[in-house]
């Protein structure tokens, strides 16, 4: 492999070493399942730490790979939203010998991105364990969203392009996980909630699927007349009401909160707008790029995504998205 200094030119010097490794390993089949896992345990220890690891901080005397066995990596995987039906939880790294040194050591235990501002390193990380899942998903034979190299460049076309991937078989589940996604992003101290189950469009007990502060947010595809009574209670509460839909449901949905009398009171939006807007005032203030926060929102929304255990909702980048 290159010197790790080399890396530093390319837009995410953490990727090529990784593509390597699996055009390598590709020769003799498929990508083995303990290498995305061992891949996996060592980005994850990268990202744990705001400053480059030294190799004792991962290895052992022997150079096993620290936390790598079954309870720590089935935790490893929860953390990330992979498929919990993959069956690569069961045994963990099993593999002897000094698994990944070369590439630790080719990235530098993260050196090769020390200078990027914290939000910019942590995107950085995400795309590549975002690679570790296309991989995943490849070896079993599963078939999620794929997105075009030019679709996470800018923050204002992602979006639409999953939602038109998913169009007819999303069934609400894919909206919930992008606002879940973004109201996460945009409120980092909070603990926004996974909707279980995806249950949004379904007669519940809860009066609103998000609340941050005075905000009460409403996701549903086929808003119903529970949502409607829903966001007029907690409007005449003074709660600023946000209903979340789709596209082909957003101009009947205006009218009947128009007609409810509750205009300006409840705030109508699709996804595709909810979510992107003050994307860039997010970006800005986390200081990333706005590919940057197209990683971070498209890691966090698989995170959501995966409750759902339907592997065709999750999120891959292009290989070539960064090189």
């Known amino acids: 492999m290159k ?7 390319i837009a995410n010097p953490l990727l090529p070493p ?3 490794s699996f055009e390598i390993k590709r020769k003799k089949g498929l990508v083995a399942k303990n290498w995305l896992l061992i891949l996996l345990r060592v980005l994850d220890a990268i990202r744990s730490v705001p400053i480059k690891l030294q190799e004792d901080d991962i ?6 790979l620290t936390k790598s066995r079954t309870g720590a990596i089935r935790a490893l995987l ?3 939203g992979f498929p919990p039906n993959l069956g690569m939880s069961d045994e963990g790294v099993t593999v002897r010998g000094a698994p990944a040194l070369r590439i630790f050591r080719y990235i530098d235990g993260g050196g090769v991105i020390a200078d990027r501002s914290p939000e910019a390193r942590e995107a950085l ?3 590549a364990i975002e690679l570790v899942r296309a991989e995943v998903l490849r070896i079993f034979e599963q078939k999620p969203i794929e997105l075009l190299a030019h679709q996470v460049e800018q923050t204002g076309i992602f979006v639409a392009a999953i939602l038109q991937a998913v169009e007819n078989r999303s069934q609400g589940r894919v909206e919930q996980a992008l606002v879940g996604a973004k109201l996460q992003l945009r409120f980092p101290d909070e603990d926004i909630p996974i909707i279980h189950t ?5 007669q519940t007990k809860r009066d609103s699927d998000y609340q941050v502060g005075n905000i009460r947010v409403i996701v549903s595809a086929t808003p119903k007349d529970n949502h409607f009574k829903s966001a007029a209670l907690l409007a005449d509460q003074k709660y600023d009401v946000m209903m979340i839909v789709t596209e082909g449901t957003v101009a009947r949905t205006k009218t009947r909160i128009k007609d409810q009398g509750y205009r300006g009171k409840v705030t109508v939006l699709t996804v595709d707008d ?3 807007s003050n994307m860039k005032e997010i970006a800005q203030n986390l200081d990333v790029t706005a590919r940057e926060m197209c990683l971070k929102l498209i890691a966090e929304y698989n995170r959501r995504a995966v409750r759902d255990n339907d592997i065709s909702l999750q999120v891959v980048l292009p290989i070539d ?3």
Do not use: M, P, Q, W
């Open 3 to 9: 010197k790790a200094a080399a890396a530093k030119s």
């Open 18 to 20: 990784i593509l390597e």
């Open 59 to 64: 290895y052992t005397y022997d150079y096993t």
């Open 78 to 80: 929860k953390k990330y």
């Open 125 to 127: 990380i995400l795309e």
């Open 198 to 202: 995806f249950a949004g469009d379904r």
């Open 274 to 276: 909810y979510v992107t």
């Open 321 to 323: 998205s960064s090189i």
